[in-house]
T-cell receptor, first 118, second 116 residues
C-alpha cells in the first residue's frame, strides 16, 4: 500500500509558539492531501484539503490564519499551528490520495502528531 | 445529505468470539465508495478495505469479512475468532463521486475490546 509519513510524532510547546507538522507521501505523488484533527474518543474532523500548487480549502469553522497549510510539492504538505494555545492540543493526522492506478480512491494516513500546548 | 452511522459505540468480547461491527450509510449518489479503517491505540489509521457502489460482492480477507448490502445501505464488518490484537477503534467512511471532492464522511467509530 501507499506510505505516508508524518513528523514530528509528538510535540510539546509553550503557549504562543508556532508548530509545524510535515506530511510526506513516500512512494507516490499526491496532488491532494488532507489534514484532520481528532479529539480523544472522537471521530476524525476534516480541517482542510491541501492542494499542490494552490491554496488549501478549509472546512467551515477552521481558521485559515491559525492553521497555515502549504503544499509546495507533490510529496509534501505542511500544517503550521500559529500562536498555539492549550485548546489547540490535539491529535493531528494527515492523509493523501495516490493520483491514479485504482488505489487512487483510497486515502492513506500518516501516523499522526500529538500536540500538547502548555 | 450524506451520513455514516455506526450505532455501536463500544463492543467488548472474549478472545475467539466472532464480532460484527455495523455500518449504515446515507447518500443520494449512485456512485460512491465505502471504507473501513482500523485505529489501534498507537493512533495510526490503517486502511482495511474499499468497496465501490457497483460491487456488491462480499469480501473475505483472513479472519475479516465484509457484507455490503445496498438494499439496506449497510456495509458491516465481521471479525471471526477475534484476537487481542484486534482491539482498536474501527471507522466506517463514505466518499461519493460528486464533483472533484475526495472528502470522506466518517462514522463515529466503534471501539472494540477483545479480552483474553
Amino acid at each position: 500500500g501507499a506510505v505516508v509519513s508524518q513528523h514530528p510524532s509528538r510535540v510539546i510547546c509553550k503557549s504562543g509558539t508556532s508548530v509545524k507538522i510535515e506530511c510526506r507521501s513516500l512512494d507516490f505523488q499526491a496532488t491532494t492531501m488532507f489534514w484532520y484533527r481528532q479529539f480523544p474518543k472522537q471521530s476524525l474532523m476534516l480541517m482542510a484539503t491541501s492542494n499542490e500548487g494552490s491554496k488549501a480549502t478549509y472546512e467551515q469553522g477552521v481558521e485559515k490564519d491559525k492553521f497555515l497549510i502549504n503544499h509546495a510539492s507533490l510529496t509534501l504538505s505542511t500544517l503550521t499551528v500559529t500562536s498555539a494555545h492549550p485548546e489547540d492540543s490535539s491529535f493531528y493526522i494527515c492523509s493523501a490520495n495516490p493520483p491514479a492506478g485504482g488505489i487512487q480512491e483510497t486515502q492513506y494516513f500518516g501516523p499522526g502528531t500529538r500536540l500538547l500546548v502548555l | 445529505a450524506q451520513k455514516v452511522t455506526q450505532a455501536q459505540t463500544e463492543i467488548s468480547v472474549v478472545e475467539k468470539e466472532d464480532v460484527t461491527l455495523d455500518c449504515v450509510y446515507e447518500t443520494r449518489d449512485t456512485t460512491y465508495y465505502l471504507f473501513w479503517y482500523k485505529q489501534p491505540p498507537s493512533g495510526e489509521l490503517v486502511f482495511l478495505i474499499r468497496r465501490n457502489s457497483f460491487d456488491e460482492q462480499n469480501e473475505i480477507s483472513g479472519r475479516y469479512s465484509w457484507n455490503f448490502q445496498k438494499s439496506t445501505s449497510s456495509f458491516n464488518f465481521t471479525i471471526t475468532a477475534s484476537q487481542v490484537v484486534d482491539s482498536a477503534v474501527y471507522f466506517c467512511a463514505l466518499r461519493t463521486n460528486a464533483g472533484n471532492n475526495r472528502k470522506l464522511i466518517w462514522g463515529l467509530g466503534t471501539s472494540l475490546a477483545v479480552n483474553p
